[in-house]
């Protein structure tokens, strides 16, 4: 065995150790979390302070704090995390021998219209590899950043420096209502689309959405009766009551095909809305990361978005 590998398998173990501690501020966590014993982890945390010459952790209420040196530390563990990872795992990859689990963070919007062909995807490619959805916090890209996902399916505006991106497909919007609702058979104007009851998802509970800038740039307002943080929830809302919602068009679709819905074009121009898939530059040509982004890029030309 050589000395490198050797020197990079310690710098592996020290750079898992490290993270679940300051990830998880327990070592009781940290143990479980890499199938250690407590005593062993214990004695990694007294090495990882004698290597950096700090505490790392200190007590506090409810548990261990970071100190100011442990959190500089997080982003340069991950790091070296991936390189040694990487550099064990050679410049190849064998989809059909892989194993663990993809994480994906997108809405259940688009994980409603890609996963099932996703799925399907990694049963014939990649058996034993499996699919984890993470719902999206209030900053989706620190996710990209901290490697909590391997890549973000959604809406992307800005990418900050570190952070790669592509487009997937455009979707334009549509307005939704039950087969049965008193509007259906007419028209929908704008007068009419104002004077109906709307349900509006909300992911964070603040803010407006985006049909709501719109109208108020011409000093219009609609009737936002009911918000909810799941497109599923606004859906089913929208299908037993007479709230009508402005989404866009491939939920819609995948929706309408209960025959529940109908579909009619919003009153007023909405644009459109780019859905990318954004990932970090540090596995930009990392042979599994570079599959993984081929395989969700095959998925959508398959479904034809």
């Excluded at 999206?136 to 909590?148: K, N, S, T």
């Excluded at 108020?216 to 919602?245: C, H, N, Q, T, W």
Aim: aromatic share 4%; charged share 25%.
């Amino acid at each position: 065995m050589s000395h490198r590998f050797c020197k990079c398998a310690a710098d592996l173990v020290r750079a898992l150790v490290g993270i679940a501690l300051l990830d998880e501020r327990s070592v009781t966590r940290a143990a479980m979390r890499l199938g250690m014993s407590q005593p062993a982890v214990s004695r990694a945390l007294a090495r990882l302070r004698a290597l950096f010459s700090d505490a790392l952790l200190v007590d506090g209420p409810g548990g261990y704090l970071l100190t100011s040196r442990a959190e500089d530390l997080r982003p340069l563990l991950r790091n070296t995390l991936a390189g040694v990872s990487e550099l064990l795992d050679g410049r190849t990859f064998d989809p059909m021998q892989a194993t663990g689990s993809v994480r994906l963070l997108m809405l259940d919007l688009e994980a409603a219209v890609l996963a099932p062909r996703l799925i399907a995807s990694l049963a014939v490619q990649a058996p034993a590899v499996d699919l984890q959805v993470v719902p999206p916090g209030l900053r989706p890209l620190e996710a990209l950043e901290a490697d909590a996902v391997d890549a973000l399916i959604g809406v992307v505006e800005d990418a900050p420096a570190g952070v790669k991106k592509r487009k997937l497909y455009q979707d334009n919007f549509v307005t939704l209502m039950r087969a049965e609702h008193p509007a259906a058979a007419r028209k929908l104007t704008l007068e009419r689309f104002l004077e109906l009851d709307h349900v509006v998802v909300s992911i964070t509970g603040t803010g407006r959405a985006w049909v709501d800038e719109i109208l108020a740039r011409s000093g219009r307002k609609r009737r936002v009766k009911v918000r909810v943080p799941s497109f599923f929830a606004a859906v089913e809302i929208a299908a037993r009551s007479d709230l009508v919602m402005t989404l866009p068009s491939s939920l819609a679709r995948t929706a309408a095909d209960m025959r529940r819905f109908v579909m009619a074009p919003p009153p007023l121009d909405l644009g459109s809305v780019v859905i990318s898939l954004a990932w970090h530059a540090r596995h930009q040509d990392a042979p599994r990361h570079v599959w993984l982004r081929r395989t969700i890029a095959a998925a959508v030309a398959d479904i034809g978005l």
